[in-house]
């Protein structure tokens, strides 16, 4: 095991001389389309307001592990630890099924319609997962649900499209 000169392991990437090169980002989207960019903060503004800012981050940090976004995954993370998320449960969101002793029962709700709404591999949202989310959130919570895995799933596919690059986010940057 090679470790860096301040006692650091080289190897696990702790020592940031020993990281792979940053990549730029391919695009800055929000700077060519600045509109679009103002609407997606305005929908996303509106979708989150009747909802726990816990769980909101929650499923904004499951959709993004399912949709491979790092620069997503950054900023939900760190936003969910400043609002007071542990960093386990965090951890616990990618076996969720698994760890769902972690969770409350709203919380596995909001996580199986994140999941079927952001990968839609049989073409719907299965009946029984709308039903258990209708069962824990009401009509304009479950709306409000919807709405903040539908933004979070857009804000995902610019982030990936464009490769933006995590690790520069501080919480509530772009609140």
């Not at 020993?18 to 103002?38: D, H, I, S």
């Not at 950054?74 to 936003?79: E, G």
């Not at 979070?152 to 919480?171: D, E, K, M, Q």
Request: aromatic share 8%; net charge negative.
């Amino acid at each position: 095991m090679t470790h860096g000169t301040n006692g650091t392991n080289a190897t696990s990437g702790t020592d940031p001389a020993a990281r792979a090169t940053e990549q730029p980002a391919r695009l800055n989207w929000a700077k060519y389309a600045p509109e679009v960019y103002r609407a997606m903060l305005a929908l996303e503004a509106a979708a989150k307001k009747p909802l726990d800012p816990s769980l909101t981050e929650l499923v904004k940090i499951r959709a993004s592990q399912l949709n491979r976004c790092a620069f997503c995954l950054d900023m939900h993370t760190v936003d969910a630890l400043a609002h007071g998320e542990t960093a386990q449960r965090i951890v616990q969101l990618s076996a969720w099924e698994e760890s769902q002793h972690f969770y409350t029962p709203r919380e596995l709700a909001a996580l199986e319609l994140t999941d079927a709404v952001t990968v839609l591999t049989d073409g719907s949202v299965p009946d029984e997962v709308f039903a258990k989310a209708a069962a824990h959130f009401d009509e304009r919570e479950l709306s409000h649900l919807l709405a903040v895995i539908a933004t979070i799933n857009a804000w995902n596919r610019f982030g990936v499209s464009c490769r933006l690059v995590p690790g520069h986010y501080t919480a509530g940057m772009y609140a």
